[in-house]
């Protein structure tokens, strides 16, 4: 069973930055997307970002390029979320989540529903 553990979040001035942590363990699958989601109070769940372990393949949203990276590393089972120049719109729950297709801008868009590994939110709250 996969397990995801998301970390790192917390309150921040509009401008500034944070670093949210995930980390993972269980697969029994080769290759998977991994990454993050974001909910904000009254919206649907939106993908944020996703980076593929087969190759390192990343994908944004786009009201996150520029601002906000994501890495993985391999031999601590961890991903990881720079978050910078933080926007109040993007105040929302954070979820670490992660899925054996590989397809990363169609997870991003709409795997929301059918994604079949979630961790536990962490809340983003960036003030103005």
């Known amino acids: 069973e996969v397990q995801l553990q998301a970390s790192g979040g917390g309150l921040v001035q509009a401008g500034g930055s944070l670093r949210l942590s995930c980390s993972y363990s269980g697969f029994t699958y080769d290759d998977y997307a991994i990454g993050w989601f974001r909910q904000a109070p009254g919206k649907e769940r939106e993908g944020v970002t996703l980076?593929?372990?087969?190759?390192?393949?990343?994908e944004y949203v786009d009201s996150v390029k520029g601002r906000f990276t994501i890495s993985r590393d391999k031999d601590k089972n961890m991903v990881y979320l720079q978050m910078n120049s933080l926007k109040p719109e993007d105040t929302a729950v954070y979820y670490c989540a992660s899925d054996p297709n590989l397809d990363l801008r169609r997870l991003l868009r709409y795997g929301r529903h059918w994604i079949v590994s979630w961790g536990q939110g962490t809340q983003v709250t960036v003030s103005s």
């Open positions: 980076i593929s372990s087969a190759d390192g393949t990343t």
